[in-house]
């Protein structure tokens, strides 16, 4: 199993340029979500998904949107980059019911725009 | 969910236990105490979770007290790789319902 894997790792986006950020889950996990997190801060919720075909929006979903279209993969997608957006942004996956493990994390993508 | 309460930071002499607290007065009866960290630059790592009783696993120990206001994650001999921040969350289990993390405690373990 490779777990959740993102990519890519790092990125320098201009203003006003888009980009997907991929994730990618091997572990047939129902549940997914995005989180973002700023410089020397906890981690926010973006978007989550409980199933393919189903996304819905966390604490702070302005200038992103996700889809779902498999079980697999969850990809997050930035429209018109604002230097706001500059953040490390982690992929989580789990199982419903979530019995134990919790979430299962991503190793992050390093996102700047200038 | 409800909120959580951490100190902002914490030191540990390595070799020695690192008692970690967290509060979490508005738990609810459904609601499970989860503890995660994050080693600099990486995803969040689940470490334990517990409803009532005290759990251990390989990593840590989980104390949550009778009232279950409170808890203390507890790693039994701190080494430098422990250094991180720690999120205490509490949330309904068994559900898709997301983890809100806080700004957790950053632990140092020093030499």
């Known amino acids: 199993n490779a777990g959740v894997t993102q990519t890519p790792k790092f990125r320098i986006l201009k203003i006003g340029q888009s980009m997907t950020l991929q994730c990618a889950q091997d572990?047939?996990?129902?549940?997914m979500y995005w989180y973002r997190q700023d410089p020397g801060m906890g981690l926010k919720l973006i978007y989550y998904s409980v199933g393919a075909g189903i996304t819905d929006k966390g604490e702070v979903p302005n200038g992103y949107n996700v889809s779902r279209s498999t079980t697999e993969d969850f990809p997050l997608r930035l429209e018109l980059a604002a230097p706001s957006q500059t953040s490390v942004y982690f992929c989580?996956?789990?199982?419903?019911?979530?019995?134990?493990?919790?979430?299962?994390f991503g190793s992050g993508t390093r996102l700047t725009v200038v | 969910d409800a909120k959580t309460t951490q100190p902002t930071s914490m030191d540990c002499a390595e070799g020695r236990a690192a008692n970690l607290p967290c509060n979490h007065s508005?738990?609810?009866?459904?609601?499970?105490v989860y503890w995660y960290r994050q080693i600099h630059s990486q995803g969040p790592q689940y470490i334990i979770h517990g409803l009532k009783n005290n759990e251990t696993n390989e990593m840590a120990s989980l104390i949550i007290t009778e009232d279950r206001k409170s808890s203390t994650l507890i790693l039994p001999h701190a080494t430098l790789r422990d250094t991180a921040v720690y999120y205490c969350?509490?949330?309904?289990?068994?559900?898709?319902?997301?983890?809100?993390f806080g700004t957790g405690t950053s632990l140092t373990v020093i030499p």
């Open positions: 969350i509490v949330r309904v289990a068994n559900t898709g319902n997301q983890f809100y």
């Open positions: 508005t738990i609810s009866g459904n609601e499970y």
């Open positions: 989580a996956s789990s199982y419903r019911p979530d019995r134990s493990n919790g979430y299962t």
């Open positions: 572990m047939n996990h129902n549940y």
